[in-house]
């Protein structure tokens, strides 16, 4: 990315922090589904790589169905970037009412008992209004990783946007990440995770919706090391202002067997429980990179 376009980009998100929380809600909402219908015409690469990542997700699926889906599926995912703007204007109470998760009771349960927790998130609904809830409707806080972004200027806006939410948040390259995550979670803490696509050179092969993908291993090797919990969490959107979700039981560590193919065993019954969440909810998976092995594939020269 040349200078130019860093500082635009840069620029574009903190108009974007700027102007969007100062709207209604229901304006708000209104812009976003409005830029979202305008992109998904437009039918660009990430339009079009959604569309694609939901054949697999939906395969029996007509063009005309995918097109339904993708085009719900941009509106979702402009409502997560609509809902980030405004979430470090929204009050406690706002935050502690927009998220609604069906069983709870595994995650309370998890933090009662004293070793760490994790909780492992595909790229579903919105995750940051979920840890904002953890934060704020629970009060407990958490440990996350971020993606380094292009520019530096926009990862440090990221990373100052969720601090500002009550998050601890470790930059995902350097190599220091697992070791603090480690640390936390021997401490009894809680780390929150988005798992579902391998940013590394070291994930795990698994059968994602009959086909390989590499998910990432940090998830089940951070549970295994520190003997934490882990439980994945689904999330979703309806017709209401609230965003919905299921915090999934945590899954079991096997008790043989080398740590790789723990770690494998673990990365796979992980993806499972993603898959029956996007299935249900495809719409509100924002996938628009490509994930599939074949996918990848296709691009190497």
């Known amino acids: 990315m040349s200078g130019a376009r860093e500082k635009l980009t840069d620029g574009l998100y903190g108009l974007g922090w700027a102007a969007v929380k100062k709207l209604p809600e229901p304006v708000a909402r209104a812009l976003g589904r409005k830029i979202a219908d305008t992109v998904w015409k437009r039918r660009g690469k990430g339009v079009l790589r959604l569309e694609a990542n939901l054949a697999r997700v939906v395969p029996d699926a007509t063009p005309e169905r995918l097109a339904e889906l993708s085009k719900a599926g ?30 709870v009771h595994h995650l309370k349960d998890a933090l009662a008992s004293g070793r760490g927790v994790i909780l492992a998130l595909p790229h579903m609904g919105n995750w940051d209004l979920a840890g904002v809830w953890v934060t704020r409707a629970l009060g407990v806080p958490f440990t996350t ?11 440090d806006r990221f990373v100052a946007y969720r601090e500002s939410l009550g998050m601890e948040v470790l930059p995902h390259t350097g190599g220091a990440a697992f070791g603090t995550l480690a640390r936390r979670l021997r401490a009894g803490g809680l780390v929150c995770l988005v798992a579902d696509r391998d940013l590394s050179a070291s994930g795990v092969e698994v059968s994602f919706f009959g086909e390989p993908v590499r998910m990432p291993a940090g ?67 924002h996938m628009l990179q490509r ?5 990848l594939e296709e691009r190497t020269p």
């Open 74 to 103: 941009m509106r979702s995912y402009m409502r997560y970037w609509m809902e980030s703007f405004r979430l470090p204007a929204w009050s406690r109470e706002r935050a502690a009412n927009g998220f609604a998760p069906k069983d």
């Open 145 to 155: 990783v971020a993606e380094r972004l292009k520019p530096e200027s926009l990862y």
């Open 219 to 285: 998830p089940a090797m951070l549970a295994l090391q520190t003997d934490s919990l882990l439980l994945p969490v689904t999330l979703w959107y309806d017709d209401s202002d609230v965003m919905r979700g299921q915090v999934h039981a945590p899954l079991d560590a096997p008790e043989s067997g080398t740590r790789a193919e723990k770690t494998s065993l673990m990365t796979q019954a992980l993806a499972d429980v993603f898959a029956g969440g996007i299935a249900d909810h495809p719409e509100d998976w």
């Open 291 to 295: 994930l599939w092995l074949a996918d």
